[in-house]
């Protein structure tokens, strides 16, 4: 298995995640169906509830390259989306925090310059009925391109600092949302640590 002293990274495939979930399924080589190398088997409801479960992939890549390639990366964690989405799909934006690991090309990585506060932000915002609303409007086919994503309104980190929810500002009250929802095994503890939780 690949344990978390291995040399190799599990290597993230877009079915892998749901919105706010690192763990919506694991993949495995598709046994009976040509037009497609892989599926995904949904994570249950009770592994869920087990911090210490985690998705299996079905390829991994050596932690050494996975840290060359994310050298100007400090953190334990990364943000992406899904890429491939579907008309028949009830959303079109699907992001996720997910652990510092691999990933392939379905799971474009948006990295936050200010680090993860910005990033309890970010993934609010895209994961928003709102945000999702704009990326159908301009996806063309059932690959939510980068282009997409960059042409599509995001507001900036300080409008959730400026704004408030009762006492606290629209950032304070998201980060311990988004904390809740993404920080759910024990894979996830370098996220925890950098927000302070």
């Not at 763990?23 to 497609?36: F, G, K, L, T």
């Not at 100007?72 to 690991?101: C, E, V, Y």
């Not at 474009?108 to 680090?115: A, D, E, S, T």
């Not at 606290?168 to 927000?195: C, F, H, P, Q, Y």
Request: glycine share 8%; with cysteine; hydrophobic share 35%.
């Amino acid at each position: 298995g690949v344990g978390a002293q291995s040399s190799y990274s599990p290597l993230y495939e877009g079915r892998m995640l749901g919105m706010y979930d690192h763990r919506q399924a694991s993949c495995s080589n598709a046994a009976d169906n040509s037009y497609r190398s892989g599926e995904g088997t949904a994570t249950s409801e009770l592994q869920h509830r087990r911090a210490t479960y985690e998705v299996t992939s079905r390829y991994v890549a050596p932690r050494a390259e996975v840290n060359r390639r994310l050298a100007g990366w400090q953190h334990d964690w990364l943000l992406g989306f899904k890429d491939i989405s579907s008309a028949t799909n009830s959303r079109t934006m699907i992001a996720s925090l997910l652990p510092r690991t691999a990933v392939g090309n379905k799971i474009p990585l948006l990295l936050p310059v200010g680090g993860p506060r910005v990033a309890t932000c970010l993934i609010a915002t895209l994961n928003s009925l709102a945000y999702d609303f704009a990326c159908r409007q301009h996806i063309g086919n059932i690959t939510l391109n980068w282009h997409v994503v960059r042409q599509t309104p995001i507001p900036g980190p300080e409008a959730f600092e400026g704004r408030r929810i009762g006492r606290k500002a629209i950032a304070d009250w998201l980060k311990e949302r988004v904390w809740k929802l993404t920080a759910t095994s024990k894979a996830m503890t370098g996220w925890s640590r950098a927000l302070d939780m």
